[in-house]
């Protein structure tokens, strides 16, 4: 995970065959071999030249120059390309002696009086189209995972700017506003955060008492080496202010429904394990991942539940 992955690149082989990455204008729709011709192949084509795999000319036609270029995509990822039977005119097969090759086209082979495989396929299940101009594998399968046919996902890769979405509750959306430097951490990180700018806020959401809140979207300044998809974050305000002391609890401990905002305390020692008590609570100021506690009968030591846990 974390790697890069550009047009061309190798993401992931899937019993013995590879998944590769090519930026193209749409999602291939077909497979492509000798004989194919279309607006796909001519895609196919331009960018095939544009990684110097491609000579010719983006003419749609799928002939033995894509197919030399398949085959060199294919070559420079480390894999084989599927090799397929090219059909030849009669008229070759007729003017070729058995024992020769020579004479029956560029990347023909002629023996025997019949074809030999010449071409290559790029087959629909072996290509990804990626729009951006490079992505971040976030997730991946361990070898011999066995896929769900509903849901058949080998890896998962981010492309375009760095982002993560989070949720804020009711009473901390004014806090925020669309371009506000924000700090994102990953919860478990050691701390590690990374400087980000808020994109986009949406509406807001009931979901359940844990998620409910507004959608907001924050442009990361660079991928942090720790968020990988799914990962529990963090997002505090970068504010200019002098350093008090206050009672606070993490932003992911707030909780919100019908009755307001409150924590989940465990119960004192002396009680049930795995027990835990409802706090009503009014907040404050947000900062590095924890928000003020301003009213409530939340004292220092509780033990706070967080979402998740």
Do not use: C
């Not at 047009?7 to 999602?27: H, K, W, Y």
């Not at 189209?129 to 399968?141: A, G, P």
């Amino acid at each position: 995970m974390g790697d890069e992955i550009r047009s061309g690149s190798l993401i992931v082989e899937v019993s013995g065959r590879p998944i590769l990455a090519l930026q193209l204008p749409f999602p291939l729709y077909r497979d492509l071999g000798p004989g194919a011709s279309g607006a796909d192949v001519a895609a196919v084509q331009r960018e095939l030249s544009a990684l110097g795999h491609y000579r010719g000319a983006v003419d749609g036609e799928f002939g033995p120059g894509t197919s030399a270029a398949v085959r060199s995509l294919y070559s420079k990822a480390g894999v084989g390309a599927q090799a397929v039977p090219v059909a030849v005119p009669s008229e070759v097969l007729e003017s070729t002696p058995a024992t020769g090759a020579s004479g029956a086209g560029e990347g023909v082979a002629v023996q025997g009086g019949a074809p030999s495989p010449s071409g290559v396929l790029l087959p629909l299940g072996e290509v990804v189209s990626i729009s951006h101009e490079s992505y971040v594998v976030t997730r991946i399968e361990a070898v011999g995972t066995v896929l769900p046919s509903d849901s058949p996902v080998a890896a998962v890769i981010t492309g375009g700017a760095a982002s993560v979405s989070a949720r804020v509750g009711v009473v901390d959306v004014d806090s925020f506003a669309v371009g506000d430097a924000v700090l994102v951490g990953v919860v478990g990180a050691n701390g590690a955060t990374v400087s980000g700018e808020i994109t986009q806020i949406g509406e807001f959401s009931s979901g359940d008492a844990q998620v409910a809140g507004f959608a907001v979207t924050i442009g990361l300044s660079e991928a942090p080496g720790d968020v990988r998809d799914k990962s529990v974050v963090t997002v505090s305000r970068v504010d200019a202010g002098t350093a008090v002391s206050a009672l606070a609890v993490p932003l992911l401990g707030v909780r919100e429904d019908e009755r307001g905002t409150f924590v989940l305390a465990a119960v004192d020692r002396a009680g049930d394990a795995g027990q835990t008590r409802r706090i009503d609570i009014e907040t404050g100021a947000v900062s590095g991942g924890y928000v003020e506690v301003v009213n409530g009968d939340l004292a220092e030591g509780d033990l706070v539940v967080v979402a998740g846990a």
